[in-house]
């Protein structure tokens, strides 16, 4: 029993290196990573930096990572709380209400409380999403069409203070 | 032949079945809640769907969701596995109506099976004996009254919508028939969402004799032999074995045509298995028919060498059986233990939590049907069933050589299992020469050995 706790303590040890390795290659603050049972998340501590909020890839044995400031989804973040509007059911995810209608909203665009967002489509029922901030949103994380599952991360909105 | 099923449950029966899946070139999706993450299931499909938080009815028992995922993923069939939908009727005909194949018997089949009083009526018209009692929901206390005098003490009242052994009451006087109708109505209500209950004549020190039948969509149905479910604690089994030591070729006969009868009553398809009670004197009464694949399917499939769920799948896809009665033999002898996260100690409780150390047994005449491993947190809000073990000997008593001897290999720590109450068992003599009775266990923990 001895050597069984060595070599799993062996192994956490040996991902925890990987990821302090990852994080700084990649100037990242917080880093998630899941594998084979054994979930550890790093968090770095930035005073006077508001943390970021992130909303972990769970049960894929790849890392999930943010950084701050990230500029890939064209969003200028200046740090600050970051909200994740979650899926809450199974289903498609349409941005629009029709095909050939604009979508409900853009990256960049203000969102206002109770703002429907996008709609959920699951036995052929539509369901309107309305969000439960107003602020900018920041990133629109999956595409018009695909189906995303309970708790699927849908948009990153910059919430207004 | 499916392409695509999607699982809808979780825990042992669902790496069963992906397992089967995979054996057949099917693709398989998992649906998990938010607190089966890291669950084998999940790792073991093709592809995951999360459909909700962790309560049942968040997730597996979320038609709506269920459903959702089965469309996102374009699934040909579902396979409800057992408990959550697997006997809800509902969710076989929503599943019709979206075009994907319950892999099940029909809905209406399900219904007819669910409602204990209308099952019992069935079997009666079919010719098959039924234990003496109410024919209809007890409409006050003097209906009760009536009848247990009628049957004679002792009775047991049972809920109608109900089965698992849940919201039952043996009584043995007209005092205690009163408080247990009130006490099965409420419970009843909460559990099954039905008032109705009925009264039956409880049988002393019965034995449990099921029959396992399997039906194709052609009409041709075929019984697999008997289990032996005999060994259970408050109704809830923990030990069953194929064949049973108690039915002899004749009885085996006389029992299996009407466990076939009773299936073709309810126009049955696929698996699905006849529940029998047999008494001291050799008579025997249908209690109920479970409409999907059980827990202890594994001690059948060891004695005939079929495969279920792949029959069930087959039959789903709207294959022939293939085989006749004549070609059905049961070889060796067979015994399952149910190993459940429960402390024997301590009142049964369960014991969720991480398990440090497992280290199923192995080697000749055993199969471990599984979903734990080391490392893995067992989740409080699902059953406590953790691992099947089955041995499979020539003869009876080598079984329980065997068994005693993976018994003793099995290493799952830290949590408390019943581990330490199936080495009990096996070792005691009463056990061996196979004389019980449904209240073995229960007498066995009264006389304070259950430690």
Redesign the interface.
Known sequence: ?EK?LKA?EREAFRLIEEMLQLMESRGLVELEM?H????IRLKKATPGHAPQVVEYV??VPQPSATAPGHPAEGSAAEGGHRIVIKSP????FYRAPAPDAPPFVEVGQELEVGQVVCILE??KLMNEIKSEVAGLVAEILVESGA??????PLFVVEPRS | MFSKILIANRGEIAVRVIRACKEMGIRTVAVYSEADRASLHVRLADEAICVGGPKPEQSYLNIPAIISAAEITDVEGIHPGYGFLSQNAHFAEICASCNITFIGPPAQAIQLMGDKLAAKDLMRKAGIPIIPGSMAAVRNKEDALKTARRIQYPVIVKAAAGGGGRGMRVCHNDVRLISALMTCQAEAEASFGSRDVFVEKYLEEPRHIEFQILADSLGHTVHLGERDCTIQRRHQKLVEESPSPAVDGKLRRKMGELAIRAAKAAGYVSAGTVEFLLSRDGTFYFIEMNTRIQVEHPVTEMVTGLDLVKEQIRVAAGEPLGYKQDDIALEGWAIECRINAEDPSNGFSPCPGRITDYQPPGGRGVRVDSYVFAGYDVPPFYDSLLAKLISIGTTREEAIRIMQRALDEFLLEPIRTTIPLHKQIFSDPTFWRGQLATNYIDRKLDAGEGE
Do not use: I
């Not at chain 1, 059911?89 to 498609?92: E, I």
């Not at chain 1, 189906?147 to 699927?152: C, H, L, S």
């Open positions: 029993m069984r799993s899941e084979q049972g054994l979930r769970a049960g059911m199974v289903g498609t699951a036995m189906p995303v599952e309970f708790g699927q």
